[in-house]
């Protein structure tokens, strides 16, 4: 199963990634798993001085850095087949203009998605934005990239990039209104539909 999760700061994706990841260990897949490493900064593979200097770098390291983690996941994607990729190139082409390197554009964003395998499942997480900033509220980020006032504006981008990806095979999961330990059994449901002859024969 190759995913590409998108969706706001908050939506859940952490918590899927985490629970599929959980799922496949017992059914005997190995998800690479690639959660936070889109984002400034990587919070999972990096120690703190580290994510700080990545913080404070000049944007136009930022964008180099990024472009060439968003290339170099294109032969890990191939290389792999059970991979979860949170946000990746459509969280770049959001996240990098808006925060990171403001005023320069991501043009390579469908360039990116002409390497991707054809079992490729794009995956659209949302929530009512209240429950976002709710979920900001509760469990600050040490270090946040959307502030509360963005929430709409950015839940809104990721619908239209959603919409103009050109992967085929699509899921909207929206989180609103239910635990992160239910994210898992909604998920499973949802993505059925989009699942390659493989994956189905996995889990049956």
């Not at 239209?160 to 239910?182: C, M, N, Q, Y």
Request: glycine share 6%; net charge negative; aromatic share 10%.
């Amino acid at each position: 199963m190759r995913l590409v999760t998108i969706g706001c700061e908050y939506v859940g994706k952490t918590a899927l990634a985490d629970a599929l990841q959980a799922w496949g260990a017992q059914h005997g897949r190995n998800f690479h798993m690639d959660d936070s490493d889109f984002s400034i900064p990587d919070d999972r593979h990096l120690a703190e001085d580290e994510q700080q200097a990545l913080v404070e770098a000049p944007p136009a390291l930022k964008e180099r850095f990024q472009r060439m983690q968003i290339y170099y996941h294109v032969f890990v994607q191939r290389n792999c087949e059970d991979c979860i990729f949170g946000g990746y190139h459509i969280q770049e082409a959001i996240y990098g203009p808006r925060y990171y390197y403001p005023g320069t554009e991501v043009h390579y964003l469908q360039h990116v998605e002409g390497f991707l395998q054809p079992d490729t499942i794009l995956v659209l997480m949302t929530a009512d934005p209240d429950e976002i900033r709710a979920r900001m509220k509760a469990a600050p980020h040490k270090f946040p990239i959307v502030p509360p006032g963005d929430v709409e504006e950015v839940q809104a981008e990721f619908e239209k990039e959603f919409a103009a990806s050109t992967i085929k095979r699509k899921v909207h999961l929206d989180t609103t209104g239910f635990p992160a330990d239910e994210i898992l059994d909604r998920f499973l449901v949802a993505v059925r539909p989009a699942l390659s002859a493989r994956d189905l024969l996995l889990m049956s």
